[in-house]
């Protein structure tokens, strides 16, 4: 395989990735709403947490510390997008 093999395949899997984050963060909108009409904060640290503690077990010892940084900055961008709309 080439290079330029390697990267059309990166640049697929950066567009479902992609369509994947717009379809999460409008599910995250949802949430929002939710959570705005019933009062509750933006951030659920319990959550969070058990989130992150099953995907680091998910992942695998190699791959643990990068998804790990992964999902916490999606929690961000997540809980930043909540905050907004609440």
Same mark, same amino acid.
């Given at each position: 395989? +080439?290079? =330029?093999?390697?990267?059309?395949?990166?640049? !697929?899997?950066? /567009?479902?990735?992609? @369509?994947? $984050? &717009? +379809?999460?963060?409008?599910?995250?909108? %949802?949430?929002?709403?939710? !959570?705005?009409?019933? *009062? #509750?904060?933006?951030?659920?640290?319990? @959550? +969070?947490?058990?989130? #992150? /503690? $099953? &995907? *680091?077990? !998910?992942? *695998?010892? +190699?791959?643990?510390?990068? =998804?790990?940084? #992964? $999902?916490?900055?999606? $929690?961000?961008? =997540?809980?930043?997008? %909540?905050? @907004?709309?609440?």
């Amino acid at each position: 395989m +080439e290079l =330029s093999d390697y990267r059309k395949m990166i640049d !697929k899997i950066d /567009d479902e990735l992609l @369509r994947l $984050f &717009i +379809e999460r963060m409008d599910v995250a909108r %949802q949430i929002a709403a939710y !959570k705005k009409a019933n *009062g #509750l904060p933006a951030l659920d640290a319990a @959550r +969070e947490k058990d989130k #992150l /503690d $099953f &995907i *680091g077990e !998910k992942a *695998g010892e +190699e791959m643990r510390p990068y =998804s790990l940084q #992964l $999902f916490e900055l999606l $929690f961000e961008l =997540s809980r930043a997008y %909540q905050m @907004r709309i609440i």
